[in-house]
Every structure is written in C-alpha cells, then in structure tokens.
C-alpha cells in the first residue's frame, strides 16, 4: 500500500479533483486545511484587521488543501498522479499543487484494495 499526498494550491479546484480520484478509485481521501511557509510569511506582514474584510474577498490567497489518501500499489499513486494533472495541468507549473508517494510499512484500519479484476 503507498500514501498519496497532494498539497493542492488552487481550492477553486477541490471538488473537480476529488471527482476525478474517486472515478478511477481513489476513495477515503482525507482533506486538511493547511498553508505553505511563504503565504505563512505574507500574512504575517499584512496589518491585521479586526474584521479580515479581505479573507472574504480573496479566500484562494488564504491557504490551501493537503489531500491524503491510502492506495493500493503504486500504479494506483501513479494514476492519482496522472489524474491530477489531468484536473489541475502540470504539477511543475507554479500554483497548482505538489504530490508525493510513499510505500507504507504498517496499515491497519483500512479495508483491503480490490483487484483490479473484481472492481465494478
């Protein structure tokens, strides 16, 4: 089983994303609210205000989301990735996202994958 983790910059994006995992098998995604350093840093320097106004307005600017997710194999993660991709276009493009996977030694809780022969 391998942990894939995508870090998704876009949140006008989520819904399409989670979609699109979901259509090829990705299931039991968690979703985390989260921010990167440099948005930390940036918000930092803003002039707090007691009513932040301009979180309304541009809530894309305030954070992002990290997805996790517990796939098969790593042809699964791949998918994920090329799925991604397709949602979101390149992943070395700035502002769209970052992806990661990683085997995982110990799982326990979550139900076995099916084969790919015996998914519907």
Same mark, same amino acid.
């Given at each position: 089983?391998?942990?894939?983790?995508?870090?998704?910059? %876009?949140?006008?994006?989520?819904?399409?994303?989670?979609?699109?995992?979901?259509?090829?098998?990705?299931?039991?995604? &968690?979703?985390?609210?989260? &921010?990167?350093?440099?948005?930390?840093?940036?918000q930092?320097?803003?002039?707090?205000?007691?009513?932040?106004?301009?979180?309304?307005?541009?809530? %894309?600017?305030?954070g992002?989301?990290?997805?996790?997710?517990?796939?098969? %194999?790593?042809?699964?993660?791949?998918?994920?990735?090329?799925?991604?991709?397709?949602? @979101?276009?390149? @992943? %070395?493009?700035?502002?769209?996202?970052?992806?990661?996977?990683?085997?995982?030694?110990?799982?326990?809780?979550?139900?076995?994958?099916?084969?790919?022969?015996?998914?519907?």
């Open positions: 089983m391998y942990m894939l983790m995508l870090i998704l910059a %876009d949140c006008s994006c989520l819904d399409t994303l989670l979609d699109a995992w979901e259509e090829i098998g990705i299931r039991g995604i &968690t979703i985390v609210e989260s &921010t990167g350093i440099q948005r930390r840093r940036v930092r320097a803003r002039v707090p205000l007691r009513f932040d106004f301009e979180a309304l307005l541009q809530p %894309d600017q305030q992002h989301y990290t997805l996790f997710a517990i796939v098969a %194999d790593e042809e699964m993660a791949r998918r994920g990735l090329t799925t991604a991709e397709s949602v @979101l276009g390149g @992943l %070395d493009e700035p502002d769209t996202g970052v992806l990661a996977a990683w085997p995982l030694a110990l799982v326990k809780g979550v139900p076995s994958p099916q084969l790919p022969e015996e998914r519907s």
